[in-house]
């Protein structure tokens, strides 16, 4: 999907890195693999962009740490957003965040650092999504949320309205959340 995208607004993808044989699609897409990241540190940090691949299904940080790994190095993670997602003009969206086809980010929301907002994600008013975040597919965050650093939500969840939820938080596939978890 991130591909996709990436080729979509003509972005030039120099490789793909990752453990194990090489993915079909790469090599029919023409591009590079490399099986560690060698290559990166070939590459000067003012010259090349990364995109950070690895999704995540809980909060176990790996996500978190490669992005700390290369941003500590120099590198910078430009967001990605798709061409199909809504994004008031309100809304604030940082470093490495991506934002997914069909999601919606309503005004004065406020997307973290390296956060996924995957496909077909509504977020309401007055939200904000920390850092190192996966919302899956098809969530309803209503307004005035606050999900902490870290967290999981499982795909068709709903947080109803002024809920905080807090650091690491995981919330199952088509939960309902109608309590705030932790502290503010």
């Not at 120099?14 to 699609?25: H, L, M, R, V, Y």
């Not at 190192?132 to 068709?156: E, R, Y």
Request: with cysteine; glycine share 10%; charged share 15%.
């Amino acid at each position: 999907m991130l591909v996709d995208i990436l080729l979509s607004k003509s972005r030039q993808i120099k490789c793909f890195i990752a453990s194990g044989e090489t993915p079909d699609w790469v090599s029919q897409l023409g591009i590079d693999y490399y099986s560690d990241d060698g290559f990166i540190f070939d590459q000067n940090p003012s010259e090349v962009r990364l995109v950070n691949g690895l999704g995540m299904t809980n909060t176990d940080g790996k996500r978190r740490d490669l992005y700390t790994y290369y941003s500590d190095a120099g590198y910078i993670f430009p967001t990605v957003i798709a061409k199909s997602a809504v994004i008031s003009s309100t809304a604030v969206v940082r470093e490495g965040a991506q934002i997914l086809h069909g999601s919606i980010l309503n005004n004065n929301t406020f997307i973290g650092t390296n956060s996924i907002i995957n496909t077909g994600t509504t977020i309401d008013h007055h939200t904000s999504v920390q850092s190192h975040c996966h919302i899956a597919p098809g969530s309803t965050i209503c307004g005035a949320v606050k999900v902490g650093n870290d967290s999981f939500l499982g795909a068709g969840c709903t947080i109803v309205n002024n809920i905080n939820l807090s650091a690491n938080s995981f919330v199952k596939a088509g939960s309902v959340i109608t309590e705030s978890t932790g502290g503010n």
